[in-house]
T-cell receptor, first 111, second 113 residues
Framework: GIQVEQSPPDLILQEGANSTLRCNFS?????LQWFHQNPWGQLINLFY???GTKQNGRLSATTVATERYSLLYISSSQTTDSGVYFC?????????????FGKGTKLSVKP | ETGVTQSPTHLIKTRGQQVTLRCSSQ?????VSWYQQALGQGPQFIFQ???????GRGNFPPRFSGLQFPNYSSELNVNALELDDSALYLC????????????FGPGTRLTVT
């Protein structure tokens, strides 16, 4: 099946720093989403980005589908950005609701 | 617009028992998927329901079953609970068509003792 690899697994930043999270995937996808999981377990939608570039405030994301990777940029990080960031993909030809998740990047932002 | 809701929030069961978890999809969504997230792992796809029928299943045994109702809400049933079934169970909903974006509920945390 499709493989999803996220890097780095852990990231510690000082407040105000910038960071880039990477997601590599091994097959063609028709869905790619970035989520932030808060301490209570809720998955918050950040981006739906099977291709192209999007921005939302301090966050932006780029997916290069032909090269099978996506990047999530966090600028001017804040302590509230702490948590686990997941990349999840849907395989072409798979069930619409079948997202394959990476293992996540655990981000800690220190004041 | 109402988001995805799940109940209960927490649940403690004994090995061998049966459990039912519930999910209401986001308004306007007709597809519901269920995921299991073990501690420290990413969520894993259990199955998806569309038009009240199972439409895709992950690598989970038959004791994991589900239902979808005419109002698109859904249930996840797990029989003969095992200790390894302890996890966060997440429900997601989406529309059907070109936009595949999934929206997740807050989850039900199941503990099996």
């Amino acid at each position: 099946g499709i493989q999803v690899e996220q890097s780095p697994p852990d990231l510690i930043l000082q407040e105000g720093a910038n960071s880039t999270l990477r997601c590599n995937f091994s097959d063609s996808v028709n869905n790619l989403q970035w989520f932030h999981q808060n301490p209570w377990g809720q998955l918050i939608n950040l981006f739906y980005i099977p291709s192209g570039t999007k921005q939302n405030g301090r966050l932006s994301a780029t997916t290069v589908a032909t090269e099978r990777y996506s990047l999530l940029y966090i600028s001017s990080s804040q302590t509230t950005d702490s948590g686990v960031y997941f990349c999840a993909v849907g395989r072409v030809g798979g069930s619409q609701g079948n997202l394959i998740f990476g293992k996540g990047t655990k981000l800690s932002v220190k004041p | 617009e109402t988001g995805v809701t799940q109940s209960p929030t927490h649940l403690i069961k004994t090995r061998g028992q049966q459990v039912t978890l519930r999910c209401s999809s986001q308004s306007g969504h007709n597809t519901v998927s269920w995921y299991q997230q073990a501690l420290g792992q990413g969520p894993q796809f259990i199955f998806q329901y569309y038009r009240e029928e199972e439409n895709g299943r992950g690598n989970f045994p038959p004791r994991f079953s589900g239902l979808q109702f005419p109002n698109y809400s859904s249930e996840l049933n797990v029989n003969a609970l095992e200790l390894d079934d302890s996890a966060l169970y997440l429900c997601a909903s989406s529309g059907w068509g070109d936009n595949y974006e999934q929206y997740f509920g807050p989850g039900t945390r199941l503990t099996v003792t």
